[in-house]
């Protein structure tokens, strides 16, 4: 048996006899290091970091790459600190589930230390500046998922937060643009120190994104006479400040119980799962699959680790472009969230379960195929078919990867506008292209309003996933019941949804996919089953000629 606390340097044969990979460096070494001289910071303590970003610092340190480790920062729930990160001393056991059913295990020490950066927490409000004053800091990197960005309550208003912090005294930020502008303010103050502000999100231009959101804030304290005009040319000093974009791509799911069970059979000690109050699940573990890429624009004005040597591709803005369109907005993320929407009106608690039903492959297939990949840019690092080919043979379908449709759906409504309104605006755009022969997108997105109404193809109630702009839409839909036929009150009811160009990027009534969404969803509540039904006729009646599959 083992536990995270055990001495890896002096107990390596225990750790070994249950195949778990150890350390090659002194974490308590690593730990001294990072507080006199700090590099790395990353903001969102979540599974994706654990599973990625903390192993490539591992990887780092192992090859004497890095002396430092890196300081997480959570800035929404305490818990993941206390009862995670503190508990376990910054400790977590790395699996990748392979589909050969194997699993390969390492133990992360890379993690020196972790803050609950919120001004209710002083101790870490000002641990976190004293950090940003370090001039040794090079890099921030960011993984608070898409609504973590947003400033706007998604019809293009300010939020009360924002509109506070924007107000008031940057030493009060609640949102979390305004605590990373704080932060950037306390650097400013200290000697206009450069660094690299890194979005690894799964959003397409996520450095841009940061980059305008942290602007707002930083803008609005200029206009309320909270900080001088030097704070803004400091900011928007790229030799000074940057925001590299990125493209990110490792499907990493809530910790398993399944997964905790078979570590603890295999001697693992410390098999918990926490379920916080503010809803995070997460782990003394995280599992995640075996397959990943990580693409970072190289603009690193304070210098960076050799980051390539952990397999990093480092490139220019474009090539990130490139790759990252090809993932988010066409060969992965459309596919994912398309099975996540269709899988929970078909009931389905398993992405893995979902890929053996016959109609949902050929539905991801027509749509990766044929009305993503037509208007991908190949970015050259890596081929879009053979990206697309191993997601659905190999990624989805590895059923040790324990996948929900119900996680991939939550915060849909943040997502749409990437996941699909780029491809769209890309039939919108060009001339040899016509949206309206689009068939695959137009019915996901009315899958997804009638996902809304929160009644399954069964005809029973379901519990949607979190998702901000949950309760505003689902009152457009609510009064539709299975059966309803009328066309007037179906328009009526999805018109403020898909003229939403928050949610879609387009109006997409006035670009002609209105009718085609609002004449599938009017079959697709025709009766009980008729998801199914639709979805069968659709890949029977409307595929592709696919040559690739």
Excluded at 67 to 92: F, L, M, N
Excluded at 426 to 438: A, C, E, G, R, S
Aim: net charge negative; glycine share 6%; charged share 20%.
């Amino acid at each position: 048996m083992f536990k995270l606390s055990d001495n890896y340097l002096a107990k390596d044969n225990l750790f070994g006899k249950s195949g778990v990979r150890v350390p090659q460096y002194d974490q308590a070494s690593m730990k001294m290091n990072t507080s006199k001289h700090p590099i790395w910071v990353h903001f969102g303590g979540g599974n994706l970091f654990r599973a990625f970003h903390a192993v490539i610092a591992q990887e780092l340190l192992n090859e004497n790459e890095l002396k430092s480790g890196i300081i997480v920062a959570e800035t929404y729930d305490p818990e993941v600190i206390s009862k995670i990160y503190q508990k376990c001393g910054g400790r977590h056991l790395s699996v990748v589930m392979k589909s050969d059913n194997t699993l390969e295990k390492e133990l992360i020490a890379s993690i020196a230390q972790a803050i609950y950066c919120n001004k209710t927490s002083q101790e870490g409000w000002q641990q976190m500046a004293q950090i940003f004053e370090n001039p040794s800091l090079q890099l921030v990197t960011f993984s608070f998922t898409e609504k973590g960005y947003k400033l706007d309550d998604g019809n293009g208003n300010l939020t009360s937060n924002a509109k506070a912090d924007m107000q008031n005294d940057p030493e009060e930020a609640v949102t979390n643009m305004g605590i990373i502008a704080r932060l950037l303010y306390r650097r400013y103050l200290a000697g206009q120190y450069p660094i690299a502000l890194v979005s690894t999100d799964n959003f397409s231009q996520n450095g841009l994104e940061l980059q305008q959101e942290i602007m707002k804030i930083a803008n609005g304290w200029r206009e309320n006479k909270q900080v001088d005009q030097g704070f803004i040319t400091y900011l928007e000093n790229e030799r000074l400040v940057s925001f590299p974009w990125t493209m990110i791509d490792r499907i990493t799911p809530n910790p398993s119980l399944s997964v905790g069970c078979r570590l603890k059979a295999e001697g693992f000690e410390d098999s918990a799962l926490v379920h916080t109050k503010k809803g995070t699940n997460i782990a003394t573990f995280t599992n995640t699959e075996e397959t990943h890429y990580l693409v970072i624009e190289d603009n690193f004005p304070n210098g960076r680790p050799c980051l390539e040597k952990a397999g990093v591709i480092m490139t220019d803005q474009q090539t990130v472009n490139d790759a990252d369109q090809m993932k988010v907005t066409a060969c992965l993320n459309p596919l994912h969230t398309s099975l996540a929407i269709i899988g929970c009106l078909l009931g389905y608690d398993t992405i893995a379960t979902e890929m053996q039903d016959e109609d949902l492959k050929r539905f991801i297939v027509n749509l990766g195929y044929g009305e993503d990949l037509p208007v991908v840019r190949d970015p050259q690092i890596i081929n879009p078919r053979k990206f697309i080919s191993e997601l659905i043979t190999k990624r989805l379908p590895n059923k040790n990867i324990p996948d929900t449709p119900q996680r991939i759906a939550s915060d849909t409504s943040q997502k749409i506008a990437i996941r699909f309104g780029v491809t769209i605006q890309h039939y919108v755009t060009n001339p040899n292209l016509d949206v309206k022969q689009l068939r695959f997108i137009p019915f996901i997105l009315a899958a997804w309003c009638r996902y809304l109404m929160a009644i399954d193809d069964e005809s029973k109630q379901f519990t949607p996933s979190p998702d901000p702009l949950y309760q505003q839409l689902h009152s457009q839909v609510a009064a539709i019941k299975l059966g309803d036929s009328n066309q007037d009150k179906v328009h009526q009811a999805l018109a403020p949804i898909l003229t939403n160009q928050e949610i879609f990027g387009n109006n997409l009534i006035e670009i002609g996919l209105g009718e085609i969404i609002e004449r599938d969803f009017l079959q697709l509540i025709r009766e009980k089953g008729a998801v199914r039904q639709e979805l069968h006729h659709l890949v029977t009646q409307h595929s592709y000629a696919l040559r690739d599959h």
